[in-house]
């Protein structure tokens, strides 16, 4: 199994820019297909980006497609959500999470097929 921590959230201004880690420890993470996903306040947990096992392959969600970039160093067991242009309606609790695929190409985009999820990391944007 594997444990997942996420870092990098905080309160930007909108336009602005974070950047979002997901740290991995335990099994050898370049078997996981990885996604970010966000919750606000009273709404359901939603899609955002996903990534491949190697970072060859991509998907996000139309709210952030253009904006956010999802990238991953097996090197360093990391994951990470570069989101640019920022807007208010992004602020929510984000979180990142693994599931052992065997396809080296797979994305993963839906919640109920991730296995392991990290804490979360809140990221506000004001207006």
């Known amino acids: 199994q594997v444990q997942l921590v996420e870092s990098g959230g905080g309160l930007v201004q909108a336009g602005g820019s974070l950047r979002l880690s997901c740290a991995a420890s335990g099994r050898t993470f370049s078997y996981y297909a990885v996604g970010w996903f966000r919750q606000a306040p009273g709404k359901e947990r939603e899609f955002a980006a996903a990534?491949?096992?190697?970072?060859?392959?991509?998907y996000y969600s139309d709210s952030v497609k253009g904006r956010f970039t999802i990238s991953r160093d097996n090197a360093k067991n990391t994951v990470y959500l570069q989101m640019n242009s920022l807007k208010p309606e992004d602020t929510a609790v984000y979180y990142c999470?693994?599931?052992?695929?065997?396809?080296?190409?797979?994305?993963?985009?839906?919640?109920?097929?991730?296995?392991?999820w990290g804490q979360g990391t809140q990221v506000t944007v004001s207006s």
């Open positions: 990534i491949s096992r190697h970072g060859g392959y991509t």
């Open positions: 999470a693994a599931v052992e695929v065997d396809n080296i190409i797979r994305v993963v985009r839906t919640t109920r097929e991730y296995d392991y």
